[in-house]
């Protein structure tokens, strides 16, 4: 006679867990009305959008950033203001001379403690942080394979390894809208600055580059035109979403007056990579403002650049078609830079691994001038999976921040996310683009950049308690979760015949 043999291990049961679903799910959705709870109102209608979405598959649900840091955040803008007065040039005494680095110091003594106490671990790992940690690893590994070792650890350990450890406290420290905001209007009132003397210096025919060209501030990041110009080229994007964003007329006649005079100072700069940035992100503001009126905002925008190109000072516009016509350039330097560019490409395609090494490349450039371009200067020196993480590091946030726009585009008019977004997409886009002209890769412009972007994604995701995920990875992420889901047991109740 045949029986059932019983199973050697207990059947799955309905846990208490999951008994709780069903009460979880039969709770009050946050901000919708019901018959026991009232609507909680919100000024922030992207907190809303984004709680509608929280449970569709392929979303990470998000935990609120946790207050902190308030004394960490003081000595990071501290920090920021030295960086960018640069009061050692200008005021040479041994108490500026390490100014920079003691509150620097400062900064990271303050921030490793109060990083665990918040925390509980050293860093948050958004992928941006992942790329940058990869990017510095890659860093490492040239120094031993480069043409000189000691240049190599030189350039690693002045100010790259500084970039990267601010960036990583700026992702941790900036917890709230306020002090993000506060970085960003003190990236305005540098910008103003920079603006209003290199406007005067033009006014007072200072023009002490080539002849007609303004030069910069001091000898640090700002003192190449072409550096100051790609700075003000990543803030005028800024400006502008704040110009969209203010409500009150007094806010926007001064952030408008303010993108201005930042637009009025690339020009007498001269540079041409500035130029080209501007231009990219004049038209991706337009774009991405003008969804319904795009026809006619292209038409005026080729109006606007027209008649700018027939009453530019000077020999702009022939400055500007030096960049095809490498002959009308008096001083010869775009012939130069083509000549280094094929240089820098070819030697990272013969060094493909870990490059020359960080720093090296002027000692097989033409006259030992550097690449003048962000991209073979990364491939060039630390090799072609350098270049990949430096791209992505860049490209990442800019995604991310687009998937921020479209969702708080429906909001927009309630929500301080909509144009913030917009701006820092276009900061990474001049960025982007300015960078081909310019040596930046080891230099502070993009670690901010990208610091503030993943600041406000980080800051949104809070807000509305759910991952920024990119349209493409929410379906692969979907389809893993269904495939999982699909995958017979591995576990098998045993039947035994018995007779």
């Known amino acids: 006679m045949s029986r059932l043999r019983k199973p050697d291990y207990e059947p799955v049961k309905r846990s208490r867990a999951a008994g709780s679903i069903d009460a979880v799910a039969s709770m009050p959705r946050p901000g919708l009305p019901t018959s026991n709870a009232k609507r909680r109102p919100t000024s922030n209608m992207a907190e809303r959008a984004g709680k509608e979405n929280a449970s569709q598959p392929g979303t990470t649900k998000i935990t609120s950033l946790a207050k902190g840091h308030g004394l960490t955040y003081v000595a990071l803008f501290l920090f920021t203001v030295v960086l960018y007065a640069r009061p050692a040039e200008f005021y040479p005494s041994p108490l500026t001379a390490s100014i920079a680095l003691v509150i620097g110091l400062f900064t990271l003594v303050i921030f490793v403690p109060s990083q665990l ?11 941006e942080i992942n790329l940058v940690l990869l990017f510095c690893l890659s860093g490492l590994l040239s120094i031993p394979l480069a043409l000189s070792p000691a240049e190599a650890w030189h350039t690693f350990g002045d100010t790259f390894i500084r970039c990267v450890v601010i960036f990583i406290v700026i992702v941790n420290v900036v917890r709230s809208e306020m002090r993000l905001k506060g970085l960003l209007l003190l990236t305005l009132v540098v910008s103003m600055w920079l603006s209003l003397g290199a406007l005067n210096d033009y006014r007072l025919n200072l023009t002490t580059v080539e002849g007609y060209r303004v030069g910069g501030r001091g000898t640090g990041i700002f003192g190449n035109s072409n550096d100051m110009a790609l700075f003000l080229v990543t803030s005028v994007p800024i400006a502008v979403a704040f110009f969209l964003g203010a409500r009150g007329p007094l806010k926007k006649i001064l952030f408008g ?33 003008g969804r319904r009126q795009r026809l006619t905002i292209a038409v005026c925008g080729f109006i606007l650049l027209a008649g700018f190109m027939i009453f530019a000072p000077g020999n702009y516009s022939r400055r500007l078609a030096s960049i095809f016509v490498p002959s009308l350039d008096p001083v010869g330097s775009s012939d130069m830079r083509r000549e280094i560019l094929y240089r820098s490409i070819w030697t990272a395609v013969r060094h493909p691994l870990f490059g020359i090494g960080m720093g090296n490349f002027h000692n097989v450039s033409i006259r030992e001038l550097v690449s003048h371009n962000a991209f073979t200067q990364v491939a060039a020196e630390m090799g072609m999976g350098a270049l990949i993480c430096y791209l992505m590091f860049i490209i ?99 039947i035994e015949t018995v007779s």
């Open 117 to 127: 106490a918040v925390d509980g671990r050293m860093t948050a790992r958004p992928k």
């Open 257 to 289: 007056a303010c993108a201005a005079l930042m637009m009025a100072a690339i020009v007498v700069t001269y540079s041409r990579g500035g130029f080209m940035g501007l231009i990219v992100v004049l038209a991706f503001i337009g774009w991405k403002i």
């Open 396 to 494: 990442t946030p800019l995604r991310r921040l687009g998937q921020v726009a479209r969702e708080t585009f429906a909001t927009r008019t309630h929500s301080s996310y909509y144009y913030l977004s917009i701006g820092l997409q276009a900061s990474l886009l001049g960025y982007l683009v300015s960078s081909f002209f310019a040596s930046v890769a080891y230099l502070w412009y993009v670690y901010y950049l990208v610091g503030y972007a993943v600041c406000l994604r980080r800051l949104y995701e809070s807000e509305t308690g759910r991952e920024v995920v990119l349209v493409k990875e929410q379906a692969r992420r979907q389809r893993a979760g269904n495939a999982r889901r699909d995958e017979p047991s591995s576990g098998l109740v045993g």
